[in-house]
């Protein structure tokens, strides 16, 4: 399976973007998917998670500003951010839960105070 992450960019606090995660090779809709995110000097860690059947979890830091969703006939995952903060600037990849594949490049999102 291969994924690729983009919508990533430079925005300033309060903005909001949308990511995508395109997968190909096997359609993850039987898999329990998230997004997770690197900061600079941090480990990588999961901010949203979303079930087969639809069912978000969300890590603390990101409830009530970030969305997760998914579009099984496209294979596709995304996360809306929306009141973006600095400290939300990280490279942000997908993966189903385990981390099963290959992380990929991911993409850097910045948000300047």
């Known amino acids: 399976v291969q994924l690729q992450a983009s919508g990533g960019g430079l925005v300033q606090a309060g903005d909001s973007l949308r990511l995508s995660c395109a997968a190909s090779?096997?359609?993850?809709?039987?898999?329990?998917v998230g997004w997770f995110r690197q900061a600079p000097g941090k480990q990588r860690a999961m901010v949203a998670a979303?079930?087969?059947?639809?069912?978000?979890t969300y890590a603390d830091s990101v409830k009530g500003r970030f969305t997760i969703s998914r579009d099984n006939a496209v294979n596709t995952l995304y996360l809306q951010m929306n009141s973006l903060r600095p400290e939300d600037t990280a490279v942000y990849y997908c993966?189903?839960?385990?981390?099963?594949?290959?992380w990929g490049r991911g993409t850097l999102v910045t948000v300047s105070s």
């Open positions: 979303i079930t087969d059947n639809g069912r978000p």
């Open positions: 090779g096997r359609t993850l809709s039987s898999y329990t």
């Open positions: 993966n189903d839960v385990r981390g099963s594949y290959s």
